[in-house]
């Protein structure tokens, strides 16, 4: 199954093919920034001036989609150190979306709040997800990164923009 075919459950929940069909009972890693840039775009303004709320909601309610379904997804957020903030300003440039330490924490605080799995990975939120992949925490993962394009043989699930 490609990752675009997952990604549609993260669209809408109201699809003519459900996802238990697909993926019952399986565990799937989700890149946290690959959500935000793709799911919280018409929030940013409000992101910038830190009224994170409904951002907030948006990613919440993505998730709540396909655990519907009985498919759980465990949330992996980037780690912070010094060489990413280079990569976060041309990311920032490039898309337009601003993330915020108000926007992660609000997000982390309502995953927490909903007993939602997540995490902070060391570093990069795709090394951990390969990394979860191959011990077995999860099945599948989605993420964009061109990293993660070179680790597909491991049989994960990885969208492109």
Do not use: N
Request: overall charge negative; hydrophobic content about 40%; some cysteine.
């Amino acid at each position: 199954m490609g990752g675009s075919r997952l990604h549609h459950f993260f669209v809408s929940g109201d699809d003519d093919v459900r996802i238990s069909e697909v993926l019952s009972s399986t565990y799937i890693g989700v890149d946290a920034s690959w959500m935000m840039q793709k799911y919280l775009q018409e929030y940013k303004s409000a992101i910038r001036a830190d009224d994170c709320t409904r951002a907030v909601c948006e990613f919440v309610q993505r998730l709540d989609y396909i655990e519907k379904e009985d498919v759980f997804a465990h949330v992996v957020f980037d780690g912070e150190y010094p060489c990413k903030r280079d990569e976060a300003s041309r990311r920032e440039l490039a898309r337009g979306l601003r993330r915020t330490r108000v926007l992660e924490k609000g997000i982390m605080a309502a995953l927490k709040a909903l007993e939602k799995d997540y995490a902070v990975a060391p570093y990069e939120a795709e090394a951990q997800l390969v990394y979860m992949q191959q011990s077995g925490h999860i099945q599948h993962f989605l993420a964009s990164d061109k990293c993660v394009r070179h680790v597909g043989c491991v049989g994960g699930m990885h969208m492109h923009e």
